[in-house]
């Protein structure tokens, strides 16, 4: 039976034809120059993928359909962006408001600690510590919600970062569900994105 592209027995195409595959079966056959060829050709991949990769993690929803609101959620993510920008907010903040809401459909409950996670190299502890909880934070905006507690945000009253994640979310969240707000489009924001990835890296401490 013939290899063919799609075929389990065929290796992915390397992004370089240059690079070298590590054509061993498991991690525990790797040696100390495998690992030294493979951290070779991980930079350069990961300085052209990982942005790019990221925003396509965004704009795969870009046609999705609402539950409700009036716009979808990768439309809601862009307007909290846009808002941010224009407020004068930093390029970080601006990129965290870009994706501070991706996990929202696919892991509702824990999205703002994926989104903490799938940032969180990148961002500081303020930033951090506000994607974590800026779901709680945004139940003081909700009234009429069965068995939801408004008041829930209170057990951080007083946390260095409580006044900024009050104020991430009454800015830049919970207000950018609007059809006709003049939302920019994602191609202004992709070039914040590739200087944010392209940031060294930071040690995240695991909570």
Known sequence: MPVTENSPSAPSPLKNPDWRYIDKPALDDFRAEDWAILNRQ????????QAR???RALTESKDDATFGYRINNYLHCLQS????????????????????DLGFITCPDTHGEFAAAFLGAYISE???WMLQ????????????????DRDARERWRGHPHFEWTAEFVAKYDQNAIQ?????????????????????????????
């Open 81 to 100: 962006a846009t808002m941010a920008m224009r407020d004068g907010c930093d390029e970080e903040t601006v990129v965290v408001a870009l994706f501070h």
């Open 42 to 49: 991980r930079e350069p991949y990961m300085a052209e993928e």
């Open 126 to 128: 303020a930033n951090r």
């Open 179 to 207: 059809p006709d707000y003049d939302t920019a489009p994602i191609e202004v924001f992709e070039p914040m994105v590739r200087r944010f990835f392209a940031r060294p890296p930071r040690p995240v401490p695991i909570d």
């Open 133 to 148: 909880r800026h779901a709680i934070f945004q139940q003081v905006h909700v009234e009429g919600y069965p068995g939801l």
């Open 53 to 55: 990769q990221a925003l």
